[in-house]
């Protein structure tokens, strides 16, 4: 072996060398000390990084999870309760259970509810349309049905139903991470408690127009009459600014305001059916 | 050389339909609605109620703070109802429905003809009668007008830029009354300069109105210290930077006012305003509004009662003709589409263009080519395709750091891109979260 090799490798050992040792105690000298529970919980999260909890990703909500002292303010939508009981497992909390939510567009303003009277043909983005003018119908509350909501939604639980005019919410991919709450510009989404078989009693409709106002634009629009809020004996609807809200903590799912509705504003789904209805076909034409 | 800005710009049809037609006075309508707001700034509070008997020119709202203006009826006859009702956007805002009876003025409004030339008020009072008339910016911006005379502390004003540009294509309501008012506005422009306590006013007017330069130029030799400045035709060079950089050569720093370069600009419609509401005593309750479009039988200039439903301006000028694709309140360039001919005549309506099926549908868009086409046509020095895309990515920070609060909407971008694309949509859109974002910062 000549010289020169064995030179070479006898320099590149004792830099290596060095630079291990001096490595060595830089890194103990700077050494930050990370909880190793906060793997262990954010290994337990669905990592999704939806920002459903409020926190900027599964790792942040993590973090906050540790050093919290209860867990009584945090909650994973998309996980639920089985998720946020094996991260009190991990932490040694106590686990709170929540009721699931599910997201819910209160607008049924669909193309033969709702007429078209005027057209669109800037940039298709409701936050767009909703900023220029108050939209193709005459309600002003209403989807403008540029869906973006479904491009908001990371889970795919959005159908747009092109051509229809008001999206629909899948309820079985639904995880509730608020996407799309944040994403309408009309405010019509609304996370509600998630109940059995995921039944639901809704007033479709954001409308606070005057009651002649609201049904001229829209045949199935809450007029505000009030018949709803006399009917229902658990005092979960409540009347303000010509629009009845059911408050689904409340409801019971009795069902009783449904039939005493005149316009057809509150919707009942998932229940078994009541009597014999005729599915109305649902399509627009095109203008 | 004819002066112009000097940063991009573009050129398009002027079709200026309605030049030779002169000002006709539109019948008083049966009823009216006046919004009460009308202006940028704080709404009005009505004073009026359900059931009141209101003459012409009688305040029927005051104003609710110092950016905010009164409101005088149009009309004289019983306010019918105070009610809510869709404006331009659609969306409904509060006004004031009036039923008219006859048309009894104000005892005070002088109502002859007669040119006025002397004054004798002095700055502060021109400005305050200005304000209790209710006078905002009639180019289009309704800015009120008292707010732009009074310079904040430390700045003064050196120069009283008067536009009479009028650099949207079809709109003549400037042109028209520059032709048949020009002493008013000469001594509205005087007003103005006492108001401010300015020597030089210049007036900026376009070359594709030769008829009103020489006719202002003939007549301002006679009134101290105002000049009248021949424009080469280029929009926007109505917008209030643009003119300052043509006329003066000065460039307003970016997010200043106009008033750090010593510059106030004011439309000549204003100027009009002004001369009414001092030396006629006559508020701001008319206004000269052009109706065109390439289908409509009669194309006019109208002075019209504010209040007046778009439709019965249509109905004079011929009606509406079949092919309607769109109703534009302004110029084609800056204006926006109606939602239906019911919505009112307000202080900012300089026209009403009804463009045909064929010419209002946008076409579909397609992707970026980068011809950087809009980037040279941007009069503000912008780059409006990465502000577009800005405002698609919702990346607000960097929107900001683009100076994407610069834009003035004048919709050059949007005219010259080859691929159709709503730039001017998403930069609005962007502009509208970055001012939300800049307000909440400040608080």
């Given at each position: 072996?000549?010289?020169t ?6 320099t ?21 000390y ?18 459903g ?26 996980g639920?309760n ?7 497992g991990i932490l ?17 303003g ?19 349309a ?5 939209g ?9 049905s540029y869906?973006?909501c479904?491009?908001?939604c990371?889970?795919d639980?959005i ?7 008001v ?7 639904c ?7 944040e994403?309408?510009p009309?405010n019509?989404i ?51 600014n010509?629009?009845?809200f059911i ?5 019971k ?8 509705c005149p316009t057809n ?6 229940f078994?059916?009541?009597k014999?209805?005729?599915e109305e076909?649902?399509?627009?034409s095109?203008? | ?13 002027e079709?200026k ?20 707001v ?23 709202a005051?104003?609710s ?14 306010v ?12 409904p805002?509060?006004?004031i ?13 002088n109502?002859?003809?007669e ?13 305050q ?8 910016g009639?180019?289009?911006?309704t800015f ?8 904040p502390?430390?700045?003064k ?6 536009n ?7 709109l ?10 020009a002493?008013?506005?000469?001594v509205?422009?005087?007003?103005l ?11 900026g007017?376009?070359n ?16 101290k210290?105002?000049s ?10 109505g ?7 043509a006329?003066?050569?000065r ?18 419609g ?20 052009t ?23 249509i ?9 309607t694709?769109k109703?534009?309140s302004?110029?084609p360039?800056?204006?926006?589409a109606?939602?239906?001919?019911d919505?009112p005549v307000?202080?900012?309506t ?7 099926e ?28 990465l ?14 750091n ?5 834009c ?9 891109c ?5 730039i001017?949509d998403?930069?609005r ?15």
């Open positions: 072996m000549s010289l090799v064995i030179y070479t490798i006898a590149l050992s004792v830099i290596g060398t060095s630079a291990a040792v001096i490595l060595y105690f830089v890194a103990q000298k700077f050494k930050v990370e909880d190793p529970r906060i793997d262990e919980t954010e290994k337990a999260l669905p990592g999704a990084n939806c920002g909890c409020g926190f900027a990703g599964c790792r942040a909500f993590a973090e906050a999870c540790v050093k919290a002292d209860s867990l009584s303010d945090l909650n994973c939508p998309v639920g089985e998720t946020m009981g094996s991260v009190a040694g909390f106590e686990a709170h259970k929540k009721d699931p939510r599910v997201a819910f567009i209160r607008c049924n669909t193309c033969n509810h709702r007429p078209k009277t005027s057209n669109f043909d800037g940039a298709s983005t409701c936050a767009i909703a900023s220029v003018y108050s193709e119908t005459d309600c002003q509350w209403g989807c403008v869906g973006d479904y491009y908001s990371k889970f639980a159908d747009i139903r092109a051509g229809i005019g999206p629909l919410i899948l309820d079985d991919k995880v509730a991470c608020g996407a799309c709450v994403a309408c009309k019509l609304e996370l509600r408690k998630q109940f059995p078989k995921i039944r639901k009693v809704v007033v479709a409709c954001r409308n606070e127009d005057k009651g002649g106002v609201a049904r001229k634009a829209c045949s199935v629009a809450c007029i505000g009459c009030g018949k709803c809020e006399k009917e229902c004996k658990f005092d979960a609807i409540t009347i303000a010509n629009l009845a408050d689904s903590d409340k409801c799912l009795c069902r009783k305001c449904v039939p005493v504003a509150i919707i009942e789904e998932g078994p059916p009541r014999i209805v005729t076909k649902q399509e627009c095109t203008t | 050389m004819l002066k112009t800005f000097k940063v991009g710009g573009v050129h398009p049809p079709n339909l309605s030049a030779d037609k002169k000002i006709e006075v539109l019948p008083i309508p049966k009823t009216v609605f006046i919004p009460v009308q202006h940028i700034g704080a709404p009005s509070t009505a004073v009026v109620n359900k059931g009141d008997v209101v003459k012409t020119g009688q305040i029927i005051k104003s703070g110092f950016v905010s203006t009164n409101i005088h009826s149009s009309v004289s006859g019983k019918k109802k105070i009610d809510l009702s869709p404006d331009s956007s659609g969306y805002k509060l006004g429905f009036i039923d008219v009876e006859g048309d009894h003025w104000m005892e005070e409004i109502r002859s003809e040119l006025v030339k002397e004054f004798d008020l002095d700055g502060p009072q021109i400005v009668k200005i304000q209790e008339s209710g006078i905002v009639m180019g289009g911006a009120p007008s008292h707010v732009k005379l009074v310079p502390k430390g700045m004003a050196e120069i009283l830029l008067i009479g540009v009028e650099c949207e294509p079809y003549t309501s400037d042109h028209r009354l520059m032709m048949e008012k002493d008013e506005i000469l509205g422009t005087q007003l300069m006492k108001a401010m306590n300015v020597e030089k006013a210049a007036i007017i376009e594709n109105k030769p008829g009103a330069i020489q006719l202002l130029t003939g007549k301002a030799k006679h009134y210290g105002i009248v400045v021949a424009l080469k035709d280029k929009y926007p060079q917008g209030e930077k643009q003119l300052i950089k006329v003066t050569g460039e307003v720093p970016s997010g200043g006012l106009p008033i750090a370069v010593g510059a106030v600009v004011s439309n000549v204003t100027v009009f305003a002004v001369y009414e509401a001092i030396q006629k005593n006559k508020p701001l309750f008319e206004r000269v509004v109706v065109t479009g390439k289908e409509v039988k009669n194309p006019s200039n109208f002075k019209v009662r504010i209040g007046t439903a778009t439709s019965e301006l109905e004079a000028a011929g009606g509406l003709p079949e092919n694709g109703i534009i302004g110029g360039m800056m204006g926006r109606i939602i239906s001919p919505v307000t202080k900012g300089s026209g009403i263009l009804i463009i045909p064929t010419e209002a549908k946008r076409k579909p868009y397609r992707e970026c080519i980068r011809c950087s086409r809009c980037v040279s046509v941007c009069p503000m020095g912008l780059e409006p395709f502000l577009m895309t800005l405002g698609q990515k919702q990346i607000f920070d960097r929107a900001e683009e100076r994407i609060m610069n003035i909407e004048c919709g050059s971008c949007s005219y010259t080859p691929s159709y694309r709503p001017l998403y930069i859109f962007g502009k509208a979260k970055v001012g939300a974002i800049i307000r909440t910062r400040k608080k």
